[in-house]
């Protein structure tokens, strides 16, 4: 009889798929470099800023940072590139999710650019227009940071839930801003409101894990992220919370307004780290085995 027939089958690749997800191993993460750091964060926070500026005052300060944050944030996205030279090549290739994404920066950018110059007198007739495009661009923007890592072999980044939370994030950070320089009867509420929006946003996206990607949600409960994750949520659920009482002893709010803006930019940061370290490629149905961790 041929060897062939007498040993065992080989494993279907669903078989071995699920044999490498229930691995207790340490795997490999990606990680976020710094320019990638950089441009989410300065980006999260000009998206932000756009979007609050329809709901308050002008300010010459609020909108010189978002547009100072948007040319720093397409400044480190260059930087990011391996060969920063073939940023223009990049953008003109219409397949690529990320591509849409450094578009949209480019057009708040510019968005902003032109209100700067609106506010200085040389677009007269522009001012009623320009907010409200830099306010429809940082929305888009923001769903495009979503959008732009929707991989089929990364379950853990392919959910709509995603969308929710950064606009729910910059939402916070842009109010928190604001407020420094303007505050408002209604802080204590929109407060609550963005911070139940992301706490419930976040209790989907465990769940998501939960049923996607196990192995994240472990390495976030007790595997070696869960400081970070801890400290996220500190950031953006435990001291926000705390924050929401102190309307209750204080009209002077403009010092816990910037107390909140900074422990939102530290979220921002926190979340972008964890969401490059959890997530591991599966090939879901593959021929070929799944690549073997790193001992």
């Known amino acids: 009889m041929y060897p062939s027939l007498t040993g065992p089958l ?3 690749s669903f078989l071995r798929l699920l044999e490498y997800q229930r691995q ?3 795997f490999p993460a990606y990680a976020a470099d710094l320019p990638l750091l950089l441009f989410i964060f300065f980006s999260r926070i000009a998206a932000g800023l756009s979007i609050l500026s329809v709901f308050f005052p002008d300010s010459p300060l609020w909108l010189g940072t978002a547009f100072c ?9 260059i930087t990011h590139l391996t060969v920063p ?10 397949r690529s999710p990320l591509v849409w994404e450094i578009r949209l920066a480019g057009a708040l950018t510019a968005s902003l650019g032109a209100q700067v110059l609106s506010d200085m007198g040389y677009l007269p007739g522009f001012g009623v227009i320009l907010p409200w ?3 429809s661009l940082g929305i888009l923007f923001v769903i495009s940071t979503g959008w732009a890592y929707r991989f089929h072999t990364h379950p853990a980044w392919k959910t709509n839930i995603l969308f929710g939370y950064y606009l729910a994030s910059a939402s916070m950070t842009g109010f928190a801003l604001y407020s420094i320089t303007f505050p408002t009867f209604l802080f204590r509420l929109i407060t609550v409101a963005l911070l139940c929006t ?3 946003l976040i209790l989907l996206y465990l769940n998501h ?3 996607t990607s196990w192995i994240s949600l472990k390495r976030i409960d007790s595997g070696k992220d869960r400081r970070v994750s801890v400290a996220f949520l500190a950031s953006v659920l435990l001291l926000p919370a705390l924050i929401t009482f102190v309307p209750l002893f204080t009209n002077h709010l403009e010092l816990f307004a910037a107390l909140l803006a900074l422990s939102s930019g530290v979220g ?8 490059f370290r959890l997530e591991q490629p599966v090939f879901f149905l593959s021929r070929g085995q799944n690549p073997e961790p790193n001992l």
């Not at 030279?85 to 219409?94: A, G, K, P, S, V």
């Not at 921002?268 to 969401?275: A, G």
Request: one cysteine or more; a positive charge; proline letters at 2%.
């Open 69 to 77: 944050c948007m040319v720093l944030a397409t400044a480190a996205s």
């Open 24 to 26: 207790r191993m340490v």
């Open 10 to 12: 080989p494993k279907s």
């Open 268 to 275: 921002i940061v926190l979340e972008r780290i964890l969401f």
């Open 209 to 211: 894990l939960c049923k």
């Open 198 to 200: 992301e706490g419930f």
């Open 133 to 135: 495009t830099s306010f």
């Open 85 to 94: 030279t073939r940023f223009f090549t990049m953008i003109i290739n219409h």
